[in-house]
């Protein structure tokens, strides 16, 4: 059988046979309702509450701050939005966030200015990180919320959300973090991080599609988003998806167990880095070498175009990605990779590879024997790269 290495957990990740089977019952059997009376309900209710509090667990919360939503588009949005909305009440009008956020927070920062919030975008340097001295220039008193992701899903750069998370405390501001791919990357503690809200996504941890939640500290009132019913002790309505919310209690006990495991990945993330900046010329590393997700390789190679290597490592069976699986289907380059200082035409040549714990040594060594080949393929049919050996 030809081989099939999967490099694209960054976009979303298989989904685990535990999770399955941890669902299961409630996809079939224990199909009730959290808020029905009757035995059914108390049966669902309890599995619900069960779920919050191991969720919470692991995040060194309290499982009354634990909120589902339906995905961490959902948990960014309303961190956003209700907190902007509830800031407004009391006269701040100002959000801070990065220039390097996932498209649900910066397109969320969009609607806040088109409603009259003001948003500063900080810059970050060329690791990706984020400038503490334009966030200090930046905050005021009017300033309702800090929005730092606390990894980014491109480049892998580790933003120092503590210590942002000060400053903005130091102002009065609420910090928020988009922790959806740190979760199961690195270790993660609400406490530790001194954070307001935190939002977190299954399907980046091998559960299906479509479930989220949002962490919000006790004490920290924010606006809803979706209104409904009494559902979330009455700040998220809709009734609780409960098999995908055992689903995402089971996949972040798993993520948390397998931590220690990262410490390989990381190795094998930077054995894919070492061997591919030397074996093909005009290759930078995009994102930090240090300080960066251990799953995370984000490699630009001049003179070709991102899409092509894509279908041709596709043709080979290995699934990569650009940047972001959201922005890949637009032709513009990566807005992360251009914050770092990446010029158009090596962000327009970029791979991103991202690997997990069940990506192996030969999984690694596959796309070292077939990369290489598929580039020099793409340079031979560019005119720039002609262009380019000619003039040298
Ligand atoms: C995937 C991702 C999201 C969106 O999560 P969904 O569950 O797909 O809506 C948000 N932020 C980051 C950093 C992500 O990687």
């Not at 399907?203 to 599609?209: A, E, G, L, Q």
Request: aromatic share 6%; net charge negative.
């Amino acid at each position: 059988m030809e081989r099939y290495v999967y490099a694209d957990n960054a976009a979303t990740t298989p989904v685990s046979k535990e999770v399955v089977d941890a669902m299961m019952p409630y996809l079939t059997d224990k199909w009730g309702n959290p808020s029905s009376l009757h035995a059914k309900g108390r049966e669902a209710s309890i599995a619900l509450e069960d779920a919050r509090a191991r969720i919470a667990a692991c995040l060194g919360a309290d499982a009354k701050e634990i909120y589902f939503t339906s995905c961490g588009s959902e948990s960014d949005n309303w961190a956003l939005k209700g907190a902007a909305l509830a800031g407004k009440q009391k006269g701040r009008t100002h959000i801070i966030t990065s220039k390097i956020e996932h498209h649900a927070a910066l397109h969320a920062c969009a609607w806040l200015e088109k409603q009259g919030f003001t948003v500063t975008y900080l810059g970050v340097d060329t690791n990706g990180v984020v400038s503490i001295e334009e966030l200090k220039a930046a905050i005021s008193d009017k300033t309702a919320l800090v929005s730092v992701m606390l990894a980014n899903n491109e480049i892998g750069t580790i933003e120092p959300i503590a210590e942002i998370a000060k400053i903005a405390h130091e102002h009065g501001a609420l910090m928020f973090t988009d922790a959806v791919q740190a979760i199961g990357n690195i270790p993660v503690n609400v406490k530790e991080l001194g954070v307001d809200m935190l939002a977190l996504s299954g399907h980046k941890i091998h559960t299906p599609k479509g479930i989220g939640a949002l962490y919000i500290k006790k004490g920290v009132r924010i606006d809803n988003l979706v209104d409904g019913g009494g559902q979330e002790r009455g700040k998220r309505g809709g009734t609780e998806n409960l098999p995908y919310i055992i689903g995402l209690a089971t996949a972040i006990e798993r993520a948390y167990a397998r931590l220690p495991e990262m410490e390989r990945v990381a190795k094998l993330r930077d054995y894919l880095i070492d061997n591919i900046l030397a074996a093909i010329p005009h290759s930078t590393l995009n994102g930090p070498r240090e300080g960066r997700l251990p799953g995370n390789v984000n490699i630009g190679f001049e003179y070709i175009e991102g899409e092509s290597m894509l279908l041709l490592l596709d043709f080979e069976g290995i699934a990569a990605s650009t940047g972001s699986a959201c922005s890949s289907a637009s032709l513009d380059p990566s807005h992360v990779l251009l914050a770092i200082g990446v010029p158009h035409e090596r962000a327009h040549g970029s791979l991103r590879l991202s690997i997990s714990t069940e990506t192996t040594k030969e999984d690694a060594d596959y796309i070292l024997e077939k990369l290489p080949p598929i580039v020099q393929r793409l340079r031979d049919m560019s005119p720039l790269y002609e262009e380019a050996m000619q003039a040298k």
